[in-house]
């Protein structure tokens, strides 16, 4: 019962002092501001706070409240915290902090999520599946535990259901959703902003590097996906970072061709990364992502193989076509 998870989760965080909270590694606009929330929370509960991320966090979010106190620094898990708490992340890989987890001397874990691929790794899990986004169930959190939502923290809930229901354009797109966004902006959350942050992030060098990838699109026949794919050297030509890619995927949404897009980006270590949609209701990319030890949502999914390109999509496409999960 979720009702019955937030409020336990809440009554550990009344008791307890000192917590730790994590955005996962490289962390969408869900993640961050699932933190940024929460540890406003914390704040006006008067509690000690870390906020943890394993990479550093885009510029981009740098208007969300506390979000530049995140540190990646490996030596704060040297501390015991009274609570550890995970957003946004179906697994402990996932959110990067595997390897520091296993040194903690009985963790106690919370889990906060809507991965439909998470694995309850917590000792408390809050996981809602059918909610829009983490901040989704940081709102119901909110509500259930009598949190006064202020105008700040009200920015970054809004903020995080903006980036992760792409701007209301996405499946994730539910009434409750936007009731809440409703909600939000009626205490204050500033809109403006968070579209000249969120919506307002293109220039022309990654326009261009769009360009390339549009180029490229293409339907794969035996799995009826459109697929396309980024190479290093597009994004050397183009001057665009990996982290300013990110919206391609979400873009590609709008295609009406095929049964899924499929987006394979080449990594700076030779690695192929696969980013997944469909707006099928009948396929379930969540399952597909599973087969390469990914995960995701149904209608959004990721993955990683080894590269290269030609050799990693080719794997991608007969492993699927094995697999039966696209007929
Ligand atoms: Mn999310």
């Keep these: 019962m979720p009702h019955r998870i937030a409020k336990q989760i809440h009554n550990e965080i009344l008791e307890k002092d000192n917590f730790l909270l994590v955005a996962h590694q490289n962390p969408d606009g869900d993640a961050a501001s699932s933190v940024s929330a929460f540890s406003q929370m914390l704040e006006l509960l008067g509690k000690k706070y870390t906020l943890f991320c394993k990479t550093s966090v885009s510029n981009q979010f740098e208007y969300l409240k506390n979000v530049h106190h995140f540190t990646s620094e490996p030596e704060i898990w040297k501390q015991k915290f009274g609570a550890i708490i995970v957003f946004d992340s179906g697994d402990l890989p996932y959110a990067g902090i595997d390897e520091f987890i296993t040194k903690q001397e009985n963790p106690f874990i919370l889990n906060i999520d809507h991965h439909a691929s998470n694995v309850n790794f917590g000792n408390l899990n809050l996981v809602r599946n059918t909610l829009s986004s983490t901040v989704e169930v940081l709102y119901n959190y909110f509500l259930i535990n009598k949190i006064k939502i202020n105008a700040e923290m009200a920015t970054s809930l809004l903020t995080g259901l903006i980036t992760d229901t792409d701007n209301f354009s996405n499946a994730a797109t539910s009434k409750e959703s936007l009731s809440m966004a409703s909600y939000l902006v009626n205490k204050g959350a500033k809109f403006k902003k968070i579209h000249d942050y969120i919506v307002l992030d293109k220039n022309v060098a990654i326009l261009q590097l769009w360009g390339i990838v549009l180029n490229r699109l293409e339907l794969h026949k035996k799995t009826n996906i459109v697929y396309t794919y980024i190479k290093q050297e597009d994004l050397l030509k183009c001057a665009v970072t990996e982290e300013e890619i990110g919206g391609l995927s979400n873009m590609m949404n709008h295609l009406k061709d095929g049964k899924a897009i499929f987006v394979f980006k080449e990594k700076s270590n030779g690695n192929i990364k696969a980013s997944t949609r469909t707006t099928l209701e009948t396929i379930d990319l969540s399952k597909i ?37 696209i007929v």
Excluded at 302 to 313: H, K, L, Q, S, Y
């Design 289 to 325: 992502a599973q087969l390469f030890g990914g995960g995701g949502h149904k209608k959004a999914a990721g993955f990683e193989v080894t590269g290269p390109m030609t050799t990693a999509i080719e794997y991608v496409w007969e492993t699927i076509e094995k697999s039966n999960l």
